[in-house]
């Protein structure tokens, strides 16, 4: 049976960890057994836990305390495993995401006090599981530590109310971070990590004119879902959302920024495949899907949205104009797709790869501050340009 229950390790684990001295993970590994492939996750001080499986694609989700992760964010896997994530998930709570080569059941999972040299080890095991037994899996309550960890919800943030600035409100959102890393860069670069550093930067640059008021859906390594990023643009009555990615390719030899608006349908298979890749998002960091997922399946478009929809167009053709005047493009670089991210009924929104990750030069160059610069100025340009031409239609 499961063991629901774990070993209790006295006085230590009364002690709540403060903000400011995080429990540290030491390393995170997995092994494969004979029955059962099992991770190993070695922390400073023993961590609560709660430990669930969801389905479509299939997964295990371990909830912990915030930690201090290790640099990495990914690692590949084995066994049962087909690979493996982790980070912050909301304020307070760190996850483990595992994706499943194939149907499994968690058989135990329980914490080992230090040992031979090594810390306090949260160990998981899981064996293989036919479909029955899987869907017993994904129905039943989680596992949880004896004392269990806060029950999470997945928050999705107030914006910042708009108190009378009359500025145009945009709303910058760095995709992905927290435990869904994004692409990963041929240096190992995770988008999340490249894209924030884009996001703050316009922020400042936007800051800086003195024109904008300014709203971040996330400005620190967290994550967020795709519907709480829609929600902050629509609360912060922003007039225009900028969500920030990188792109990669299986070809290394394609390069170049692109933009994005949104239409019911994307413009070419490879548009369509972006979307849904990075409509993944929250299945990336273990979010169920299941009964809240009518943002991403939201198929009719109400009049608002329509209206917005030709506003982004012509947002998405201004800043192709601005951005190529000193960057490297995608040949066809506006191209529609179904971003569930620009899915904003009332806020004109438009995706921009700032470039392929893949690209070992153009990875190089997205990663330099001058690049960068190059960049944010082209954004801050069509920004410019777009209130400019929305003002004169007052
Ligand atoms: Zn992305």
Redesign the pocket.
């Known amino acids: 049976m499961f063991a629901r229950i774990l070993f209790f390790l006295g006085a230590l684990l009364l002690v709540q960890p403060t903000a400011e001295a995080k429990p540290a993970v030491d390393d995170v590994r997995l092994g494969i057994h004979p029955d059962k492939t099992r991770l190993v996750i070695e922390l400073t001080e023993a961590p609560g836990f709660r430990v669930f499986s969801l389905a479509d694609p299939a997964r295990v989700v371990v909830d912990l305390p915030a930690v201090e992760w290790p640099a990495a964010a990914s690692q590949d896997g084995m066994g049962l495993v087909g690979a493996l994530r982790y980070g912050l998930f909301t304020p307070g709570t760190s996850r483990v995401v595992l994706d499943l080569n194939r149907p499994a059941r968690v058989l135990d999972a329980f914490v080992l006090p230090p040992r031979d040299g090594k810390g306090y080890r949260f160990v998981l095991d899981i064996g293989p599981a036919d479909g029955a037994a899987f869907l017993a899996e994904i129905r039943r309550p989680p596992i949880e530590s004896d004392r269990p960890l806060p029950t999470i919800a997945v928050a999705l943030p107030a914006a910042p109310s708009a108190s009378g600035d009359s500025r145009p409100t945009v709303v910058i959102d760095p ?2 971070g927290g435990v869904d890393p ?2 990963t860069g041929v240096s190992g670069i995770y ?1 999340k990590d490249l ?1 924030l550093g884009y996001g703050l930067a316009l922020r400042d640059a936007l800051a800086k004119t003195g024109r904008y008021r300014v709203v971040m859906t996330r400005a620190d390594d967290r994550f967020l879902p795709l519907r709480g990023r829609v929600k902050i643009a629509n609360e912060a009555g922003g007039d225009l959302f900028v969500s920030l ?3 990669t390719n299986a070809s290394r030899s394609l390069r170049g920024a692109s933009v994005y608006t949104l239409s019911e349908n994307a413009s070419d298979s490879e548009a369509a495949a972006l979307a849904a ?2 409509n993944k ?1 929250d299945i990336i960091a273990g979010v169920d899907l299941s009964g809240q997922n009518e943002v991403v399946s939201q198929i009719l478009i109400d009049l608002a949205q329509r209206e917005t929809m030709n506003l982004s167009k012509g947002l998405g053709n201004i800043l192709v104009s601005s951005l190529g005047k000193s960057l490297h493009l995608l040949k066809r670089t506006h191209r529609y797709a179904g971003f569930a991210v620009l899915k904003s009924p009332s806020v004109p929104s438009v995706l921009v ?1 700032v470039g392929y990750m893949s690209h070992p030069d153009e990875e190089r160059a997205l990663r330099t501050p001058q690049h960068r610069a190059k960049v944010i100025d082209g954004l801050v340009e069509a920004i410019d340009q777009y209130f400019t031409v929305q003002q004169a239609h007052r």
């Open positions: 995709g992905h994004g692409a988008e894209v990615h990188a792109n890749k990075e998002a790869e």
